[in-house]
């Protein structure tokens, strides 16, 4: 038997307080501090080496995202470790907060579904990390035509905007991770730290993890070590294996979009790349092509780690 | 038995909520189990019981908050777990410890409630004003209600189901943590919503406060309803005497001029001069003339209305939990 009415209804009340509660929080002000604090930091350094050497390069404001220049990383790799820690900090309370303020009953007594207290909260956060990448993504090409000087082409934009879009969705998946805990754990201290470690094994142990793995089931062969290469079996369990961690994914798609010249994330044979122009720029829609089944997957952890959270709240029990 | 169904017969013209065979079930416990009970329009109904004994499950599969293992219930003719939202826009709920958003004032915290009633910005502030006055929260509408003490917060919820316009009002626990003066006052706010014809069901264990306001209770324990009516039904029931009448007064005989008093169960001699004696209706009128009647000196005459608090205690020291169903 159907439900009646709109599970959607009231929706738009619980994101529009969830997005000014999220927005003038402390909480969300030391977030952005300090991504924009450590962003700046690989922005200047990227701008100062861009700056020495400014040879033919078609895709100068792109290089702003990926040069890296030691200490620092680049700023897409700043990104990519930062950016689940704002989800996982704006996240990881979202729903054991209301039950400990023991205000989920009394919400929950007004004329809408559990649905739409859920959806609007997931929306409302993925909104404020939305707004956060949109105005770092504004001060990166901002500063690039300040200090670099050279107007961004369509393409550069294009190919910054699908960073930015990729970037919302990797975001997703986090917040997803910290909204799951948060229904999961009574206790919001249980469920950031669970979260924190969660980030922690998949950002800095995974990577290395994952190689040790795959070497366990395909042991390096001597021939390929005495050439000094990697063996292909291996190299490809570790690629796979990596791909488990959506640092890894986004990472990938990262490479794919903003680096024009990526023709492939995996291992290829010689035979595979033969007539093509090495160092020459593929076209937008072919980047995006090689970004798509990262892309995807960082979709589909999205909506598959909503969806558990969803099922968990709807048979959740209201009462403290 | 007869009298419970007789009353239940009679409320059921205009019963608002209707629950037959309610029962809740974790795994194989029972926490509530097979109750049924009929609220009529406009009265205040009771649920008392220890703490556990099932009320506050009773209140929320009410509002379809928690699934109904077994049984159905009626809320204003909608079913809770099919029509959720037709309820809900009909019945407000104080829940126990209500809590609110500390950052946010009360006015804040109203406006949010409001627009999920899905109510628009004009009828948004004049309901909440209009309620807060009624609540006497008016002056700290713009506070932030962290700063408020637990009466303050109880108020604020109760506003919100004044802004709701509300039906029915559940309550659960309402004055649990409150001092005597709040308590008063929230006794006197449920008082002036029964007055405009809102039915209120309230849970409580405080049994003085329920004696009040209700007009009827039923004791909850162990998942089962032991036992319903109206206070005074219930005293007669398990006390055997609706009321207890004392006299003092000197004369010969007069214990057994008292004693043949109609309605007048036994009569004790506290002293010489002093008869405790129950009886089923207020018979002081009687017992006064019985008196004068014996030329004898009257110095005082009070009567005890049934305490609720006496039920209780006699009902459940009495009753074993495994002879509460033959009770009831």
Redesign the interface.
């Known amino acids: ?1 159907r ?3 709109s599970a959607f ?2 929706v738009g ?2 994101f529009v ?1 969830e997005l000014s ?1 999220n927005i003038s929080s402390v909480r969300m002000l030391m977030l952005e501090l300090l991504i924009v604090l450590t962003a700046m930091a690989a922005l200047y350094e990227a701008i100062t080496a861009l700056r020495q050497n400014t040879a033919e390069d078609p895709f100068l404001l792109l290089r702003l995202f990926t040069v890296s220049q030691a200490p620092l990383p680049s700023f897409v790799a700043i990104l990519g470790f930062l950016i689940p820690l704002m989800a996982i900090g704006l996240g990881f309370d979202l729903i054991n907060s209301e039950h400990n ?3 989920l ?9 559990r649905d739409a207290l859920l959806l609007g909260k997931y929306l409302a956060g993925l909104a404020t990390i939305t707004i956060s990448l949109t105005a770092l993504w504004l001060l990166v090409i901002g500063l690039g035509l300040i200090f670099l000087g050279v107007p961004p082409g369509g393409e550069e934009i294009a190919r910054s905007l699908a960073f930015l879009v990729i970037a919302v969705f990797y975001a997703g998946v986090w917040l997803s991770l910290a909204m799951l805990l948060s229904i999961v754990f009574r206790s919001p201290a249980t469920a950031a730290l669970v979260a924190l470690g969660i980030w922690l094994f998949l950002t800095v142990l995974w990577p290395m993890l994952a190689p040790a793995i795959a070497q366990a089931i395909v042991p390096p062969d001597p021939r390929f070590a005495a050439l000094g290469l990697d063996t292909p079996g291996t190299a490809i369990w570790t690629q796979l294996l990596q791909r488990f961690s959506p640092n890894d994914l986004f990472g990938e798609a990262m490479l794919a979009v903003l680096s024009p010249t990526t023709r492939t994330l995996g291992p290829v044979f010689l035979d595979q790349i033969r007539g093509a122009v090495m160092g020459a720029p593929l076209p937008f829609g072919q980047s995006v092509m090689i970004a798509w089944p990262q892309t995807v997957g960082l979709i589909a952890c999205t909506i598959v780690l909503f969806v558990a959270g969803y099922v968990l709240f709807q048979r959740q ?3 403290a | 038995m007869s009298e419970l169904q007789h009353t239940s017969a009679a409320t059921r013209r205009d019963a608002v909520i209707a629950a037959r065979d309610l029962t809740k079930r974790y795994g194989r416990t029972s926490v509530v189990d097979a109750i049924n009970f009929d609220i009529a329009k406009g009265e205040v109904f009771g649920l008392l019981g220890p703490n556990g004994a099932g009320k ?2 009773t209140i ?1 599969m009410l ?1 379809g ?2 699934e109904i293992s077994a049984g159905r219930v009626s809320v204003l003719g909608f079913d809770p777990a ?5 309820v ?2 009909r ?5 126990d ?7 946010l004032t009360a006015v804040e915290n109203l406006a ?2 409001a ?4 109510l628009g910005v004009a009828e948004r502030s004049r309901r909440i004003a209009a309620a807060l006055t009624r609540v006497r929260l008016l002056d700290v509408a713009d506070k932030r209600v962290a700063t408020f003490s637990r009466g303050m917060r109880q108020r604020l ?1 109760l506003a ?1 189901i004044i802004v709701k316009r509300a039906e029915i009002a559940i309550l659960d626990e309402p004055t649990s943590g409150l001092d005597p003066q709040a308590t008063i006052e929230f006794l006197d706010l449920i008082r002036e919503l029964k007055a405009e014809g809102v039915t209120v069901l309230l849970s409580s264990h405080m049994l003085d406060q329920v004696q009040r306001v209700c007009d009827r209770v039923a004791l909850f324990r162990a998942g089962k309803i032991s036992i319903m009516g109206s206070v005074a039904e219930l005293s007669v029931k398990v006390l055997g005497a609706g009321f207890v009448v004392e006299v003092e007064a000197d004369g010969a005989g007069i214990a057994r001029r008292l004693a043949a008093i109609p309605g007048v169960g036994n009569v004790e001699t506290l002293a010489e001069d002093r008869f405790r004696m129950t009886a089923d209706r207020d018979v002081r009128a009687d017992a006064a003339r019985a008196v004068v009647a014996a030329n004898g000196a009257l110095r005082r005459l009070s009567v005890d209305e049934p305490s609720l608090e006496a039920i209780y205690a006699h009902y459940f020291q009495a009753t074993p939990p495994g002879g509460v169903r033959d009770a009831a």
Do not use: C, N, W
């Open positions: 038997m439900r009646e009415g209804q009231g009340a619980v307080k509660d303020r023991r205000t009953s009394r919400i929950l007594a007004q004329p809408i579904y029990e209201v009462r | 506050t499950t929320l509002l908050l928690t099919r029509q959720p939202l037709q809900k826009r019945v407000g709920y104080l829940p410890a209500v809590g609110f958003y500390d950052h949010y409630a627009k999920l009633m899905g919820g919100e």
